[in-house]
């Protein structure tokens, strides 16, 4: 359960992703997410093979799940062609658990559902636990719960990904109606009512005690964004000590 927020190319302290999976290995995590920011550019984004890539995640004994963000700008079928130039790299890493974290603006809404629903049929092809996540308020697509309602309700074989850090307090009980649909879940701290400042657990106020039933992957998604300290904050301590809380909230 394990998310560096920024990668290689856009800062932060994500290292040669061999020496970071020892570390998330060490650690004692059990998933690592990559996020891909230009479809069928995963190579170039990590600086590693997709084939040695899945090999080293292999030797590690840690399991990789793919986050795809991709600008919709209105026109059909963007979703499902950034799948698709993604499909080689996803074989070869190992990838099952593969979400698109759509952002763009409000002219993409009506056509979400369809394009979803055609990546879903592109995912259902190869195996793929597919899903789509929401955002934080501020952005013009799939913010509010009745948006991811009728989404999910559209199109049944989409899982969600939800994001505690994109959730006002008053929303979250209308998200975890949707559990059974939840394939990940991103956990991260901000300071209510403000969201989606993705700070290291601890350093905001969100309530994880609705963690404690799930039963689907984790990820902690933390680094900061700039208005609230920059992607520093993605240490190795920032991470160890977020684990420990999450596992806390586990067990008591």
Do not use: K, Y
Request: glycine share 10%; net charge negative; hydrophobic share 45%.
């Amino acid at each position: 359960m394990l998310g560096r927020f920024f990668g290689r190319l856009t800062g932060g302290n994500w290292r040669p992703p061999a020496e970071e999976l020892a570390f998330a290995a060490a650690a004692g995590f059990d998933t690592v997410q990559i996020r891909s920011d230009r479809a069928g550019g995963l190579e170039d984004e990590l600086g590693v093979a997709p084939d040695e890539l899945g090999a080293l995640f292999d030797d590690a004994g840690l399991e990789p799940v793919l986050e795809m963000l991709v600008r919709h700008e209105g026109e059909p079928g963007a979703f499902s062609r950034a799948l698709r130039a993604n499909l080689r790299a996803i074989e070869q890493i190992g990838f099952l658990r593969v979400h698109i974290h759509p952002v763009g603006p409000a002219v993409a809404a009506p056509v979400l559902a369809a394009d979803l629903a055609d990546a879903v049929a592109v995912a259902q092809e190869t195996e793929l636990i597919f899903a789509v996540e929401h955002n934080a308020p501020g952005h013009r697509i799939l913010v509010e719960p009745d948006e991811v309602e009728a989404l999910l309700d559209a199109v049944p074989a989409l899982g969600l990904v939800w994001d505690v850090n994109h959730t006002s307090a008053e929303d979250v009980p209308r998200f975890l109606a949707l559990q059974e649909r939840f394939t990940l879940v991103h956990v991260s701290d901000t300071p209510l009512p403000e969201t989606n400042h993705h700070l290291p657990l601890g350093r905001g106020n969100v309530d994880l005690t609705p963690l404690r039933e799930l039963d689907v992957p984790l990820i902690l998604e933390i680094g900061g964004l700039p208005h609230s300290g920059g992607p520093g904050l993605d240490t190795d301590e920032a991470l160890r000590d977020s684990l420990d809380r999450l596992c806390q909230v586990g067990t008591n």
